[in-house]
Nanobody, 124 residues
């Protein structure tokens, strides 16, 4: 049973930064594709960034390029998303997802096999 647990969200002033964490457990296949999504009520879920099983960032959404960094600590099974220069438009529920290796780079609703509960980010 795969579990993804996010943390690190909160309220932050515009131009501030946050580092979100996603701790994964129970993933039995090697080299999972993992990523972050964000969703605002009434809007479609957006893929923010994805990382393949080799630790390579394979997708970053255009609006956060240059101000987001995706990293992974393999020994802690933790995926991080650090975002800087935050703007009110970044306000959303940020959700971690995982899927098999072939799901990268376009990890999404049809290819992700596990989703976390999300962590809310509010930019004031």
């Amino acid at each position: 049973h795969v579990q993804l647990v996010e943390s690190g969200g909160g309220s932050v002033q515009a131009e501030g930064s946050l580092k979100l964490s996603c701790v994964a457990s129970g993933i039995t296949y090697r080299g999972p594709c993992m990523g972050w999504f964000r969703q605002v009520p009434g809007h479609e879920r957006e893929r923010v960034a994805t990382m393949d099983g080799y630790g390579r960032t394979v997708y970053v959404m255009p609006s956060v390029r240059g101000r987001s960094t995706l990293t992974k600590e393999k020994d802690k099974n933790t995926l991080y998303l650090e975002m800087t220069n935050l703007a009110p438009a970044d306000t959303a529920m940020y959700v971690c997802a995982a899927g098999p290796p072939f799901a990268c780079p376009r990890l999404g609703s049809s290819s992700a096999t596990s989703w976390g509960q999300g962590t809310q980010v509010t930019v004031l």
